[in-house]
């Protein structure tokens, strides 16, 4: 016979084996498996007997082998839940302040987790109604620049799409789209706007939008043709029943309706109100020029696979056609690649996207920011209940002695746990109802995509949830009650060790503190940067200009109809304006010398300088009517091309824009781009057909009104477009909101935090007065003055606040200049202040809080705690 | 507890216990039913059926030797009890009954020729 210990059968299923089954029939079982087990080993091979063995394992998984839990302890149970519950809220009544810690830092904690699981619910429920999700996958481009970083893109030249379905098999469908239809349909002599994009064919067979009427299969076929949803066909016609109608754009361009289909779904990444057929692109503009390779800038090829492709079978085709393509690409290249629709939202940062955007970054942030402060409050809970484990261990040791088991001792605990953390819950709710707004309003993205709307699927969430944390944050506790020794307990002996564990308790106290300061140090040097953007000296003046879109409207009229309005006190013209993070560049080449460099440029008309406050150096602004190409630069420019003072370069040459241009002025330095840049070489040209804004400068007591006039000769000028005009002032603000929605943010969280901590100090300096109460009275008896006990029970807190700020100071800098303010070129400076204010604030709120407890307690008469010993 | 109904496959291992004699245990009960019934079951299947029978009284058990092929770990033999005897006797009565009332000719076509 073989030694035993060579052929055993497999230790995990028998182990597995035992613990299901009962232990009457083990022995019997597991030695008939055991027997057939050798034979087998030995007739068929050991590897055919273990398959046989662990077979035979799984299918003893039955009711008549599997242990009974004990029907008698089960009945029980029903009324010891009931028990659980009301000594559970008995006890809640009983430490009405410990109750009210725990319940409010756990439903502070737990409105941020509530925000957390219903706006990633959210996110990630985008383009699921796809019937053919799984399959779709967009193509995306690298940009290889010289001596550029890679650039991300969302969008790829329409040739790839092209190709993809002509040259190669494999792809199921392959569709191109291509961003910016935009136009005015004429209707009774009114003028509609709609907007959307070009789509070639397969569109409705890649994606799931319902068709309304007309046949799915030809919609985008035929050049001229277009889907219109229901929303602009509503504009349009007044019905939804159109299919067939021809509508006329306002470049005499007319479309026949082909089909019509349901509002694109709010979550959907792509929206649209109308889809004119790719073809109908093609014969508009010129053909070559949109197929063109280096065309990747306004298209997106996606492509369906059949069942069972992976992408990275077809990545080669892609590789095969970069190459080919990149080889008459000059310096540049592209890479290409397969995104699945699943991962563009939320995604990672793409540029060009086609509609809304989420950054998968957000989302991690949100699951950090609310793991952080749920862990944090958890732990509020759990160092509370197991510093007050001793007034509990009597009733712990009752109950073992009437024979209660650890489990059923652990399961009331985790039950009390779970009750606080559902009551929580419900203040919890309201919370994020009242919140819900604020949070939507963050941030552009996160207002245009979700709306945070709750479903019967959420508050199922939501309860879970809840259980989840009350199970966690009652884990330890339970632990330690359900440990306890009813000799020990009963017998009287005060030497519970409930307290150890004490340092990890200091240390983790000692985190949450650094966590607030954190918080509060960040928030003010956030608020003290903001503030420093906004008012930055641009170099010219931006109060009181209003900007008014032309929306292809003849500037001039416009400019003379609004100069009449009282109030408005000059008038410009410009294509666009700087300091809000736009840009226009090109190459610029000094005549004279032979280096050439990025130039910014914009362009205005003869008052913009003026009338924009800019200082100029030498020469002079432009004048009506000039014709020879002229330009106003900065003083950057002369620098870099080295052209000496103001007064040497004018009248020199620089060329631009494909013409030599006369310097006729230099003005000041001034800040062009947002303050994350540097000041560039600068330019302004004076080419009239091209303005997109006038600056108005008002300057008039009654504002309102004055817009209202403005407003109103807008609307005698242009009745179909809608008047957009926003002041200077609120343009530069918006083009700092992403550091608003940080501040927002950790203004939030600071709060969060802060009370967290300052309610779990609250419930350890109570516990702590309490338990040593008798110490300081008889303290107090012998002489300490009030100060000395204040001083005895702060000092511990006073080390670990020192420790902590001193390891917050150092991290909150580093964090904010690489996570808050990364690219900031001009950036406040770090002083004192800004870092004090935040710690001493949390110093006066953790010593009133330890010290109102203190004093409390030593101010009351020493006879009442003394007297019954 | 259910009656003392004898289901069919409970009555199978009956007949295979008592064919077994002195050796029935688990290890032949299962192979004996797989050879001669053509049966392929689980030693768990086979386990609920014995627990079957054990409760409605029809077999008893008792441990056996142990033996290292076994890890060292005891047999339990089977054996029928009186009860359970009867318990066949009835089954096989019953549908010898059955067998009898029905006409020759269905149940052997092609017998009258």
Known sequence: MKPRNNISPPKYYEQFFEWFCRPEYFEELQGDLEERYERNCIELGQKKASGIYKREVLKMFRPSVIKKINTQYRLNNIAMFKNYSLVALRSIARNKLFSAINIIGLSISMMVGLLAISFISELYSYDTFHEKKDRIYRVI???????????????????????????????????????????????????????????????????????????????????????????????????????????????????????????????????????????????????????????????????????????????????????????????????????????????????????????????????????????????????????????????????????????????????????????ALVFAYFLFQLIRPEFLSLNRDIQRTTTLELSFIHYIYFFVFSVVIGIISGLLPSAVLSRLKPSTILRGSTQLKVTSGFTLRKLLIGLQFTLSMAFVILVSLAYKQYQFNLNFDLGFETADILNVRVQGNDSELLTNSFSQVPGVSSVSKSSWIPSVGSFWTTRGKYIEGDNSTTVHLLNVDANYLDNLGHQVLAGRSFTEGMTVPQVVVNQKLLKHFEMGEPVDAIGKHIRLEGKDRAIIGVVKDFQHATLDNEIFPFAFLNEPDNYQLINLKIESADNINTMQQIEEKWSELDPSHEFQAFFYKDRIERAYSKLSTSLQTLGLLAIIAVSISILGLLGMAVYTTESRIKELTIRKVLGASVQNLITLLSKNFLLMFVIASGITIPVTIYAFENWIVPNLVHRIDIGFWEIGSGLLAILVLATLTIGSQTLKAVKRNPVEHLRNE | MKGSHLGEFQEVVLLVILSLDDNAYGVTIKQEIAEKVNRSISRGALHTALTRLEEKGFITSEQGESHPDRGGRKKRYYTVTNKGVAALHDAKSIRDQLWNQIPRLKLYPGYDK
């Open chain 1, 141 to 423: 481009n690298t940009l290889h620049e010289e001596g550029e970083d890679p650039a991300y893109y969302a969008s790829t030249s329409p040739l790839t799409g092209q190709r993809l379905s002509e040259n190669y098999s494999g792809y199921e469908k392959v569709v191109t789209i291509y961003r910016g239809f935009s136009a005015d349909v004429k209707r009774d002599d009114q003028k509609i706007p709609i907007a959307g994009f070009y789509a070639s064919e397969a569109f409705f067979d890649v994606f799931t939008f319902t068709m309304l009427s007309g046949d799915h299969k030809r919609t985008l076929t035929d050049p001229y043709t277009i889907v219109l949803t229901r929303a602009s066909a509503e504009k349009i016609f007044g019905k939804t029943d159109v299919v067939g109608e021809i509508i006329e754009l306002n470049d005499n361009i007319q479309l026949t309706v082909t089909g019509v289909v349901e509002n694109p779904p709010r979550t959907s990444h792509m929206s649209f109100e109308a889809i004119v057929s790719f073809e109908t692109l093609k014969k508009v503009q010129d053909p070559k020029r949109i197929m063109r390779w280096s065309n990747m800038w306004n298209s997106h090829v996606y492509v369906l696979l059949p069942q069972g492709t992976h992408p990275e079978d077809l990545q080669a085709n892609l590789e095969e056609i970069a190459t080919q393509e990149n080889s008459s690409f000059g310096t540049s290249s592209v890479e290409m690649e397969f995104q699945s629709l699943n991962s563009i939202f939320p995604g990672k940062k793409l540029y060009n996207q086609l509609g809304a955007r989420m950054e998968i970054k957000n989302v991690n942030y949100m699951i950090i920011l609310a793991v952080i402060v749920l862990a944090s409050a958890a732990f509020n809970y759990t160092n509370l209940s197991v510093a007050r484990a001793l007034k509990r261990s009597k009733e712990v040791g009752i109950r073992k002695v009437v024979g209660a088991r650890k489990g059923q001792v652990f399961l009331q605990f985790i039950l009390e746990a779970i009750i606080i953390s559902t009551v």
